[in-house]
């Protein structure tokens, strides 16, 4: 069987979906006859036709919006952001409209907005934001961020699937660089559950996205070098987050270092850090540490950016003082 | 509900294949809104409204003659602003809902959640609005969309202020209606306030019906206090939008005879401005010289149903008043499908914290597994 990209995981979610409910449709900017600006959604317009897959004029407050009342009807709309840069013009729209409709009104409002996310990419300030924790603090929202092709599509399918208005973060370094064998059938990943991708006992990497993939390296090279076992816990589901593998893997290394690609202050990894002081702070033998980006709006140049973004080797000198207290 | 009216002698014909039934059911819901209002000013000053108080005093025709043209039987859809009261009852909305809902209550339509007229859903006809001013336009938009995609002859209708076309979310949901072509009604409520800004410091424009132009729409206006011209001009525009016609900007003239809410005094206001309006242009002394002279209904038809509607407010609010405040624990109850309660924070609990649940059995020490 053929590996599979997480992009491609993406697409298929969205094609599967779209022919198991006729209620499913696709909106935002050059999703149709262009496919998206990254592909995601290439051939569906030609499968689809124009009112299954809806070119949108430039304006993410009014297809969000437009999303919201079709939702209420009955709809189950997926809206794209062409970068997931641009949702903060939609942030009245979801965190006002969206994320309160069901609680204030009774009105349900299953939609998921998706786009590319994350730098390493030569973006620069504003091809290369993670946005999620501005949403982290609204009650109402579900996040959900895959680092891996399968859980791109089975997250992104439950995403669809799912009652309430799921934001669903892609990482668009993954995009094309990480395959994998795909599970056969209706491949759905709950929202909500974390997952031990690398198992070890003596420190744990809490972490999600882009940032996974440098905790394995940074793990790989603990292994060899220190001897040090590492625990990786891919999040995959930020809102709501899954305390229960938090509380697990503290209780299992007793160690704890947090990473992720968005910048330290007002992160979420302040957030997962107040939660495990909340609720296992005895099982601690040592302080909780961040690695996150710098308090910086993203550069463009190749060294200012690598220098502003978390690195494997910085995940290294974090665990090894970590392990050491 | 209304009186049977016969057809005096030399009565005009109504506008618009409105029946003579249907001209006094226009004056009901006008003074129905009034009525509502002026018995919930009593219940504010009785401290027994929680929150704040809008009135559309002077703007009740426009609401009502409006929501009057939509379809009941053909699933149409509006979304109300804060002085659209009128056009929630004419959709279903019943003043014990609202009475209930400024107070308060535990059985309000939204269970206290949220304020004065904003709650409903589309099955009712109404979806509530929120504070944020445009937004339902492009929600509006969405819900027509999904009418367009069904193939469904429905049509949606949204009301905007004066203050609220200077929005983004205002712009973006229009454009969005008129390039896709979507079933829906903008109406644009020109009451010469927006809070305490006049239009001349929101717009540039001449008139509201003029940004219609950059939307490829079509633009037009009404003398928004006279209910039948209100209804003749959204009547047409609704049955444009039904065949398929797209999306119409509709500009009504009325004024905002008092402040934003019950706390503004309207300092902002030209002295004699307010006073002008109610002696010269009251929609419903208006209606009710039109319904006696060019319809040929007795005045004693008109009060019988004013006195209607003191005993149906009347019996509303002794019914809105026997219910109670909401359960405080209510408050954690469907933010999301699943989980459906959210939970309560452990300082609530009592001194069972959430580390003693997680407490270090062995006591001190690192893993020894």
């Known amino acids: 069987m053929a590996e599979v990209t997480y992009l ?5 979610a969205m094609l599967e979906e779209m022919e198991r409910d006729p209620n499913v449709f696709l909106m935002g900017e050059d999703i149709g006859a262009y496919g998206g600006a990254f592909k995601a959604t290439e051939g569906l317009l030609e499968k689809f036709g124009e009112s299954r897959v809806i070119d949108t004029p ?8 437009a999303a919201a009342g079709a939702a209420h009807m009955g709809m189950r709309p997926v809206v794209e952001m062409q970068f997931i840069d641009f949702i903060s013009c939609a942030y009245d729209m979801l965190t006002n409209y969206v994320a309160t409709a069901r609680y204030r009104a009774f009105l349900p409002c299953p939609m998921v907005v998706r786009g590319p996310s994350g730098g390493y990419v030569r973006g620069g300030p504003f091809h290369s934001q993670n946005p999620e924790a501005a949403f982290l603090h609204t009650p109402g929202l579900k996040i959900v961020y895959p680092s891996s092709a399968a859980d791109a599509k089975g997250l992104l399918k439950s995403a669809i699937r799912d009652e309430d208005c799921v934001l669903f973060f892609e990482h668009k370094y993954l995009y094309r660089r990480i395959k994998e064998e795909m599970p056969q059938g209706d491949h759905l990943v709950p929202i909500g559950q974390a997952k031990v991708v690398r198992p070890g006992k003596h420190l744990s990497i809490v972490t999600y996205a882009a940032t996974v993939w440098k905790s394995l390296e940074a793990a790989e090279q603990l292994a060899k070098e220190d001897g040090i076992e590492v625990e990786v816990l891919d999040l995959r ?5 899954d305390e229960e593998a938090i509380v697990a893997t503290v209780k299992k290394t007793n160690r704890v270092l947090v990473v992720h690609e968005d910048t330290v202050t007002g992160g979420i990894a302040g ?11 005895e099982w601690l033998d040592a302080p909780v540490r961040r690695v996150a980006a710098h308090d910086i709006p993203l550069p463009y140049a190749p060294p200012l950016e690598d220098f502003v973004l978390p690195q494997t080797s910085d995940i290294v000198r974090a665990a090894r003082w970590v392990a050491s207290y | 509900m209304t009186p049977t009216s016969s057809p005096a002698k030399a009565a005009k014909t109504p506008p618009a294949g409105l029946s003579r039934d249907q001209l006094l059911e226009l004056y009901y819901w006008m003074r129905l809104t009034r009525t509502l209002e002026e018995r919930l000013v009593a219940l504010y000053r009785q401290t027994k409204v929680v929150g704040g108080l809008f009135r559309s005093l002077g703007q009740e025709a426009d609401a009502v003659g409006s929501a009057f043209a939509l379809d009941k039987q053909a699933g149409d859809i509006l979304s109300p602003l804060i002085r659209n009261l ?49 937004d339902m336009v492009p929600v509006m938009a969405g819900v027509t969309l999904t009418f367009k995609l069904r193939k469904e002859k429905k049509v949606g209708l949204v009301y905007v202020g004066d203050g609220a076309t200077s929005t983004g979310a205002f712009h973006e949901g229009l454009n969005f209606a008129a390039v896709q072509q979507c ?36 633009g037009v206006e009404a003398d928004g206090n006279d209910v039948l011209a209100v209804y003749e001009v959204t009547k047409a525009a609704v049955e444009r939008a039904r065949q398929g016609g797209g999306p119409t900007l509709v500009e009504l003239h009325t004024f905002r005879r008092k402040g934003h809410a019950e706390h503004d ?16 242009n009251d929609p419903l002394d208006r209606s009710i010289k039109t319904l006696t002279t060019d319809y040929g209904f007795a005045l004693d038809q008109l009060t019988a149903i004013d006195a209607k509607v003191v005993a149906e407010v009347d019996a509303a609010t002794d019914e809105a008043e026997k219910s109670g ?13 699943d989980p459906a309660e959210a939970e309560v924070l452990w300082y609530r609990e009592g001194v069972r914290s959430a580390v003693d649940k997680n407490e270090r059995a062995q006591g001190w020490g690192t893993y020894n597994g």
């Open chain 1, 8 to 12: 491609e995981g993406i697409r298929q």
């Open chain 1, 58 to 65: 430039i304006s993410e407050a009014g297809f969000v919006g």
């Open chain 1, 237 to 241: 589901s930020l809102l709501p987050m």
């Open chain 1, 271 to 281: 957030e997962i850090t107040a939660k495990i002081n909340e609720l296992c702070f």
């Open chain 2, 86 to 134: 009128g056009s929630m009852l004419v959709r279903g909305a019943t003043p014990v809902e609202v009475l209930k809902q400024y107070m308060a209550k535990g059985d309000s339509p939204t269970r206290g959640r949220e304020l004065n007229i904003h709650f409903g859903g589309p099955e009712r006809g109404f979806i509530g609005q929120i504070s944020h001013l445009g």
């Open chain 2, 183 to 218: 079933p829906l009604v903008c109406i644009v409520e020109n009451n010469k306030y927006a809070y305490s800004t006049p239009t001349r410091k929101m717009t540039a424009a001449k008139r509201f019906m003029d940004k219609a132009i950059g939307y490829g729409i079509p």
């Open chain 2, 265 to 280: 005094n309207q300092s902002y206001v030209k002295p004699g401005e307010i006073e002008e309006w109610a002696e010269k």
């Open chain 2, 325 to 337: 405040p909401p359960e405080p624990r209510d408050a954690l109850k469907g933010i999301y499908a």
